[in-house]
């Protein structure tokens, strides 16, 4: 016979994982957002990305109260795994949303001062992570281990193009010290977009542990 308790359980879970997509796919759209602004130094898309990361933290809070009421309810250990590990993706994609504000505030920091070269490497940076973000999600509707670990390794592309613009903007700013203060800005905005990275490792770990119950460090730097 089937537990009436348990099923309705499972059902809330399954609308918390639906939840979770939506600020996945709105996170990601920060994500988006924040390099464009940064890119063609467009004030407005930086402002929208500041607005959207007060949705998000709501929209999250929303969610999270969520699983803490659901807690409260007689759940099984698979269900409280699946509980808790959602309540840290929140708590990551909060994370990867405020990253993005960081973004935004350094493209309204350079206004009116043109970079000091095409963004290319950055743009590709956003590109990766955004294709992890929908990556970690659908490891997580799929429940699928090997997905998350597939994701999780793809961390490594973002490291090597941190490091590949880190080198050279650190060129630019010896070569000519009137570029120190835009590649500073610069190599904030890679390093963040690089933070934004681990959360996504995060995220991916998370899946691992809500399927197998257990704590799994997919980050391959160790």
Do not use: W
Not at 94 to 106: M, N, Q, R
Not at 141 to 161: F, H, N
Not at 195 to 217: A, F, S, W
């Amino acid at each position: 016979m089937v537990d009436k308790a348990q099923t309705d359980v499972d059902n809330i879970i399954r609308d918390i994982i639906r939840d979770i997509k939506e600020m996945g796919q709105r996170t990601k759209l920060s994500i988006d957002r924040t390099v464009t602004s940064l890119k063609e130094q467009e004030i407005g898309l930086a402002d929208k990305v500041i607005e959207m990361n007060r949705e998000i933290d709501e929209f999250g809070d929303v969610v999270e109260d969520k699983c803490t009421r659901t807690m409260t309810i007689k759940v099984s250990p698979t269900q409280l795994r699946m509980l808790k590990g959602t309540l840290k993706m929140i708590i990551d994609l909060k994370s990867i949303s405020g990253l993005a504000v960081e973004i935004a505030y350094i493209t309204k920091a350079t206004e009116g001062s043109p970079h000091i070269k095409p963004l290319v490497d950055i743009p590709r940076m956003s590109d990766i992570l955004q294709e992890m973000l929908d990556g970690s999600i659908e490891a997580l509707e799929k429940q699928d281990v090997e997905l998350a670990k597939d994701i999780a390794s793809r961390d490594e592309e973002i490291d090597a193009l941190f490091d590949q613009v880190r080198r050279e903007l650190i060129t630019y700013m010896i070569e000519d010290p009137k570029k120190i203060a835009n590649a500073s800005h610069l190599t904030f905005a890679s390093r963040y977009l690089e933070r934004m990275g681990d959360h996504i490792n995060n995220l991916c770990e998370r899946v691992v542990y809500m399927v197998t119950g257990e704590k799994q460090d997919l980050n391959k730097r160790g």
